[in-house]
């Protein structure tokens, strides 16, 4: 029998951003509130986290900085602030649920940004899957291409976490599909950035899919690219297998979710 699981949503913060961020030539002026979702994917003996939130101290208040310097300059307006209030941290955010942070067996990450690597730090015996492509591109990135200022990718005290004690548990996962769980399904969908993964998981509810190329529901049920899009083709090609392959998609930056799934349980 195939293995089944069942996601559990952790809201990780707050912030709201220009609608041209979300909405690729839809909604040129106005703001849209986003929240940042981690799931926790359970089954088949293993306990598996997407994603581990915004990162604490001087590393979360550079990423503000940066967000609101960026929203200033593009929109004259305020705005792009993150809020992560302290039950939303990766770890008191587990265990409010009931979960032994030292019971996860794995972390997903999707894209690598700081509000996705902010607490890689934090789970020193699970295996940490991140895009070889992502990976590559962070530590030798092509020089015609602008990139993210590196600590916004990485806290630096996550970076050195990963290169120096984490180094033996970094699994990179390829551009094609493979299979890092059983049945669970991963591949390099771009879109969003070169690290952007589109995971893809079987359960009680159908196979769901969860990739950061993907803020809100409108950008799939509308076939809507985002306007931080490295790829437009990426994005068509994405929504043109999940509509194939999926029967769920959950966003991971739509404030709905808390509304589609009042229990923030799938599966």
Do not use: K
Not at 131 to 145: E, L, T
């Amino acid at each position: 029998m195939s293995t089944l699981y069942r996601i559990t949503a952790l809201p990780m913060g707050e912030t709201r951003v220009p609608a041209a961020e979300v909405y690729w030539m839809t909604q040129l002026h106005g703001w849209v509130p986003l929240t940042f979702w981690a799931f926790v994917i359970e089954g088949g003996g293993r306990r598996a986290l997407l994603n581990t939130g915004f990162p604490a101290g001087a590393a979360f208040q550079r990423l503000h900085d940066h967000w609101t310097a960026w929203a200033r300059s593009a929109t004259g307006e305020e705005g792009h602030v993150p809020v992560v209030r302290p039950e939303q941290r990766i770890i008191p955010a587990l265990r409010a649920r009931g979960i032994d942070p030292a019971s996860i067996t794995d972390v997903f990450v999707t894209p690598l940004t700081a509000y996705a690597t902010g607490g890689l730090d934090q789970f020193p015996g699970a295996r940490l899957h991140l895009a070889r492509r992502g990976w590559i591109d962070f530590h030798a990135p092509d020089p015609a291409v602008p990139q993210l200022p590196r600590d916004i990718v990485f806290p630096p005290d996550v970076l050195r976490h990963l290169v120096m004690e984490a180094a033996g548990r970094i699994s990179l996962l390829p551009d094609e599909t493979s299979e890092p769980l059983p049945g669970l399904r991963a591949w390099f969908c771009g879109a969003h950035h070169r690290s952007s993964l589109c995971f893809v998981v079987p359960t009680a509810a159908g196979r769901v899919a969860l990739t950061d190329a993907i803020f809100c529901y409108r950008n799939f049920e509308e076939r809507i690219p985002l306007g931080l899009s490295e790829s437009l083709e990426e994005h068509h090609h994405l929504y043109a297998r999940l509509a194939r392959e999926c029967d769920l998609v959950l966003p991971l930056y739509d404030p709905a979710l808390a509304q589609r799934h009042p229990s923030l349980v799938i599966g």
